[in-house]
């Protein structure tokens, strides 16, 4: 499903949301295969996103929790034997924090393991309770100097680690992901500032280095934008076994 319609959004009613698309998807959205809904809006704009349709919740439609609890319970035995669950990515979940909370509700109710994937820009509005619906929070540390996470997101980096800390205070378990960007933060700087961070946070279960492509460049082509990093190339091997090197140097398991 991919939405195409231009309703206004209306956080006020947290039993509707807005979602661009939802699909199936195994070993990259949490453990085993999961039922992903893709929410629509997102605060930053990073120069390597791979789903700039997501950006504008204009651009996705009005769906309702009892909508995606049916589309869910299609997959329900599947996913439960495939030890998989629902989780909730985007765009950005914490945009539509009563709606996402709402959602987690109802699937940990059945359940259903529940992951938040998010960037934690907005992680100030994720409430207790929504968090004690999450199982699992897939955690987008993008860069640590304030400068290089500018460039990157065009966001602030303090609230992100700041919704890490609490993340940790309460016990939730989190994977934390780093998309290694060559010429950005791939320095050792960056990697052992957020390595040495990581360390700090024994709910981190381990990070996932996630080397960047260029494989949503077509998308760009499609919407009139022009893709920022079209003339950076992948990282190398070596560079990867680099950076993990320097994660684990810090006792922090990365894969």
Not at 10 to 19: A, F
């Amino acid at each position: 499903m991919t939405a195409q319609t231009h309703a206004r959004p209306c956080e006020t009613d947290n039993s509707t949301g807005s979602v661009h698309s939802w699909d199936i998807s195994t070993g990259v959205d949490g453990p085993g295969t999961r039922f992903v809904v893709f929410t629509g809006g997102c605060p930053l704009r990073c120069l390597y996103c791979q789903n700039p349709e997501t950006w504008r919740m204009r651009d996705s439609r009005r769906v309702s929790v009892a909508e995606l609890m049916t589309e869910i319970g299609k997959y329900r035995r599947f996913i439960e034997v495939a030890g998989g669950g629902v989780t909730i990515s985007g765009g950005e979940p914490l945009l539509q924090p009563a709606f996402t909370g709402e959602l987690l509700r109802r699937c940990h109710s059945l359940g259903l393991h529940t992951a938040l994937d998010t960037s934690g820009n907005l992680g100030d509005r994720a409430t207790e309770a929504l968090l004690a619906d999450t199982d699992l929070v897939l955690l987008d540390i993008k860069a640590w100097h304030p400068r290089t996470y500018r460039t990157l997101t065009g966001g602030d980096v303090a609230p992100t680690l700041r919704f890490a800390r609490r993340l940790a205070d309460l016990g939730r378990p989190t994977w934390v992901r780093y998309v290694l960007v060559p010429g950005h933060n791939d320095g050792d700087d960056e990697v052992d500032a957020v390595a040495a961070f990581v360390a700090t946070l024994p709910n981190v279960e381990h990070v996932d280095v996630l080397p960047f492509h260029r494989l949503g460049a077509p998308k760009y082509e499609r919407l009139g934008i022009p893709f920022p990093l079209a003339d950076t190339a992948p990282p190398s091997a070596e560079l990867l076994e680099h950076v993990h090197t320097r994660f684990r140097a810090h006792g922090v398991k990365s894969r």
